[in-house]
């Protein structure tokens, strides 16, 4: 996994409460097991009119805000079913933030599994962050995971709060793959010596 440490990009203001997950990646992209390509499905339904061509008036379709790297959003973003698929649309779109209120538990766990950073903030806080973000390709926002801020571009800072493990885990890139292989001495060292004593397994 990538490592985490700062990120810098324009912010997309997504201002809708209980984003489910089937609105983010709709069920009829879920038939891969592969973590790229779902970025062109991401918010398929509201992304795109009947006939296929672009909802001009959906925020990643607008100007400036193509090449966003930070979602605000409203409140139990990524509620719905527990589908893995959505937190690899979003990252594999571009996206390495997602801010709100809240999150769906299972959702929030899968983003810090797969190098995003899921952050809570206070209702104050978002609706700062939220008008930061309708500013366009002027809404440049930095959140730094080692000091645990977001800088909006009048240069106003919000301090938030991340578990310590999972912030160890981002800052060095470690999945639980990663995780595992940090023990791989003392696995090898456990299974040698299960090998002298029980040499019949």
Known sequence: MEKFTKVTGVAAPLPLV???????????????????????????EMRSNEDGTPNEEFILNKAGYQDA?????????????????APWALLDYGFKVIISTSFADIFFNNCFKN?????VVSQENLDKLMDDASRGSNATV??????????????????????????HCLLNGLDDIGLTLEKTASIDSFEGKLAEERPWH
């Open 115 to 119: 190098g995003i950073l899921p952050i």
């Open 69 to 85: 790297k930070i979602l605000v959003a409203g409140d139990n973003f990524g509620c719905g079913s527990s589908r893995e698929h």
């Open 142 to 167: 930095t959140v730094d995971l080692e000091n645990q801020s977001i800088s909006g571009p009048d240069g106003g800072t919000i301090a938030f709060e991340v578990d310590p493990f999972r912030k």
């Open 18 to 44: 209980n984003i489910d997950t089937d609105m983010i990646i709709p069920k009829q992209f879920l038939k891969t097991i592969k973590r790229s390509g779902l970025g062109t499905a991401l918010f398929h």
